[in-house]
């Protein structure tokens, strides 16, 4: 009936507590930085803050908050393009939780609901499908946002829709890889990060192997991890050994569910569905080469973007918002001058304080004004 | 009353004629029966003998529901709108003796449908002891409301030598819950949001009541709330609000059923912010503490009750997490989106 289980007993919590800092203090110099450890997923960024996982941990760690949460990267324009399409009349404008909230130039997505636009939440794209055969009047439209987590289940829906026939369905693409970015962000020369925490979910489709330039070509250990406190814990004690031992591999720590080739079939359905664009936007990162997807030429019907002929949405963002510094750990989301009073969940400029498993949120909520 | 599948309200139903007064006299009339309710006056007429013979002062209250779906495992919208404001009467101290209903129905709702949720509105307040004495029925026209609206008001009166509320509580003192957390808010979103979770959850829809009365009994009892809407987390930025202490929970404390955590895990919510209707937050002294809960967990309402933490003399809500680190618990602005990616 409790909230402890086996990934949450206290135990075994500090036993890995106490081995990581017994190896910390083996490594640490005096003087020395603390090392700079990268959780790329906003899932873990989200557990880490929820559990106080670095409130735990010994002075010598500090978390950067990576670039792996999708809806933080989502920049203003893309937003948009979704509300473009979604403030038109004949269109059921479909997407997850995740994205209303989010602030484009005119408001958010809720904000066009509010204004009248048919915006609705789903927590399965295959239930847009449904919505399409029942509205045979109108146009469906899914707003496929995430990576590698969600893409299958979006290039499973589009092969359905395909299956079926269905001339009124379409889908916003914004799903974005992770590979590119990683690796963009290591050729950056002020970005000094010394491990890795990769995402469990992404790794569960695309497996492990995908990691390896980064021990090969840049010399960085790389832990790849569950969302549970203590796979997090666990996954820390691994990198540290790493460290402390000077190897640099790509570990798993979450073989419960990731294996080292993924799974073939979600990638087959990939393949089938989606190529790599030239380059993606993202949102205080910039322009990524290769980072982003579009829809193959058999599948390129179902592109809502040119269904609906939407223009390109440039929007600059605010220059005193430091999201692209949060995101590469340049700083941290107090350092933010628009942190906690321009931005805040409840009116953000930036995304990361939008998303609950963005840095800026979970800082806001779990750590403003404690000790 | 014999609905068919096929009857449905109309706009005659609520047009003051013939229609409408046999919907009321066979429907309401019958299911509600009471002595004041058959008089047909305009207005309710209570002795104020009976109601000073039980307290000294009057608690009062009135909330609408609107909840979609109507119908879900533990209850349906009559049960709950019965319920809850039983409840907020009966966490003053009072006893909860009479109610009132106002119905807006959609045209179009299946009468079928409406019978059900009127007879378990009557059983609900049979069996929680109260008289459901006046009430109101309009019908709008499709599509201007979903399906049906319900208010409930409902009196009681609070005995004498009670005086519970927010603003006595002190630090030191201990903060208790009466059963699992977030029931009834994960229950809801299961099925509105056909998330088709196969799991076991059933709404805790119920009177107080009965889960209240021995509590009149114990010394040091502060102040009592029903956690619905905003769940736990609200009631305790109430709490903290009110009395101007701090609130701090230990989260291995918590009671939860495990399908409902399975719920907030997957969609990335929080038991704590999940509505209830039929669990109590409740602050008492420390001397009171185990009073309280062996009184709670006498009855089947309270079994699973628990102390989950105390009372700080830092104005603020916090959460101590299973590791032993603190966060704070935050209000959230409005419902929380569930997340997916
Ligand atoms: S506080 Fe807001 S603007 Fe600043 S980095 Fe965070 S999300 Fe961006």
């Known amino acids: ?78 937003i948009d393009g979704c509300i473009e399409i979604a403030e038109r009349p004949e269109v059921i404008f479909c997407t997850y939780g995740d994205a209303m909230r989010v602030p484009g130039r005119n408001g958010s997505l809720l904000d066009a609901k509010r204004r009248g636009a048919d915006v609705r939440i789903v927590y399965s794209p295959l ?67 010394d491990g890795f925490l990769a995402p469990g979910h992404v790794s569960m489709v695309i497996g492990t192997t995908p990691y390896g330039f980064i021990a090969e070509d840049f010399h960085k250990p790389l832990v790849v991890t569950g969302f549970e406190p203590l796979d997090i814990l666990q996954a820390l004690a691994m990198l540290v050994d790493q460290i402390h031992d ?68 440039q929007v600059a963002d605010d220059p005193q918002a430091r999201c692209g510094d949060v995101l590469t750990g340049r700083c941290k989301p107090n350092d933010c001058p628009l942190f906690g009073t321009r931005c805040t969940p409840q009116n953000a400029f930036g995304a990361l304080m939008v998303s609950s498993e963005g840095a800026c949120a979970a800082y806001y909520q779990y750590r403003r004004g404690l000790a | 009353m014999a609905f068919t599948e096929k009857d449905v309200v109309t706009m005659a139903h609520g047009s003051g004629g013939q229609a409408m007064q046999q919907l009321i006299e066979q429907l309401f009339l019958q299911a509600f029966a009471n002595p004041a309710l058959n008089e047909r006056e305009d207005q309710a007429r209570i002795p104020l003998s009976l109601l000073t013979s039980v307290g000294d002062r009057l608690a009062f209250s009135t909330d609408s529901y609107v909840i979609d779906p109507i119908f879900f495992p533990g209850g349906n919208i009559g049960k709950l709108a019965v319920c809850g404001t039983v409840n907020d009467v009966a966490v003053s101290g009072a006893v909860p003796q009479y109610l009132s209903c106002g119905f807006i129905l959609e045209e179009g709702l299946p009468l079928l449908q409406l019978e059900q949720i009127v007879k378990s509105m009557a059983d609900t307040a049979a069996a929680a002891g109260v008289e459901i004495v006046t009430g109101d029925t309009k019908v709008v026209q499709r599509g201007a409301a ?85 769940g736990v987390t609200a009631i305790l930025h109430e709490f903290a609000a009110a009395s101007g202490c701090g609130m701090s929970i230990n989260e291995g404390d918590l009671p939860v059923n495990p399908a409902v955590r399975g719920v907030c895990e997957l969609l990335g919510l929080e038991p704590l912010n999940f509505a209830n209707e039929g669990k109590l ?20 309402l309270g079994k699973d009750a628990a102390v989950i933490g105390t009372v700080t003399d830092t104005a603020r809500v916090q959460l101590k997490g299973i590791f032993g680190a603190s966060r704070l618990l935050d209000l959230p602005h409005s419902e929380p989106l569930p997340r997916i990616c």
């Open chain 2, 146 to 230: 979903d399906k049906v609206f319900i208010n409930t008001a409902g009196i009681g009166a609070i005995p004498g030598t009670i005086n519970w509320g927010a603003q006595h509580i002190r630090p030191g003192d201990r903060i208790l819950v009466s059963g699992t957390l977030g029931d009834h808010g994960a229950t809801i979103l299961n099925l509105r949001e056909n998330l088709g979770l196969e799991a076991e959850l059933t709404s805790d829809c119920a009177v107080l009541t009965p889960l209240i009365a021995p509590l009149r009994e114990i010394d040091g009892v502060r102040a009592l709330r029903d956690a619905t809407r905003g």
């Open chain 1, 127 to 193: 239930d847009t499908l449904t919505f399409a055969e029942q509205n045979p009047d109108k146009q469906v439209v899914f707003f496929g946002l995430g990576f590698e987590t969600t893409m299958p289940s979006t290039a499973l829906t589009l092969q359905q829709a395909k299956r079926r026939g269905l001339t009124n369905f379409s889908i916003f693409c914004q799903h974005i890889t992770i590979i590119p970015t990683l690796r963009s962000l290591l050729e950056q020369p002020d970005v000094r990060i």
């Open chain 1, 1 to 78: 009936m409790q909230y402890v289980d086996e990934f949450r007993d206290p135990e075994l919590a500090k036993t890995l507590l106490s081995h990581i800092r017994h190896k910390v203090s083996a490594i640490a110099k005096a003087g020395e930085r603390p090392l700079q450890l990268m959780e790329v997923c906003g899932g873990h960024t989200h557990a880490i803050y929820k559990f106080g996982i670095d409130q735990l941990l010994p002075p010598e760690i500090e978390f950067v908050h990576g670039p792996g949460c999708p809806v933080c990267v989502l920049p203003m324009g893309r």
């Open chain 2, 281 to 300: 937050v409740i602050v008492v002294a420390p001397e009171a503490e185990q009073a309280t809960l062996a009184a709670l967990r006498a009855h089947p």
């Open chain 1, 246 to 313: 000077g190897r640099c591999e790509v570990e798993n720590q979450y073989k419960r569910i990731v294996s080292q080739q993924g799974n073939a079939l979600a990638r087959k359905a990939l393949d089938e569905v989606f190529e790599l664009k030239e380059s993606s936007e993202w949102r205080g990162l910039g322009s990524i080469a290769g980072s982003g997807v579009q829809l193959t030429p058999a599948y390129r019907e179902f592109d809502a973007e040119l269904r609906f002929n939407t223009q390109e949405h």
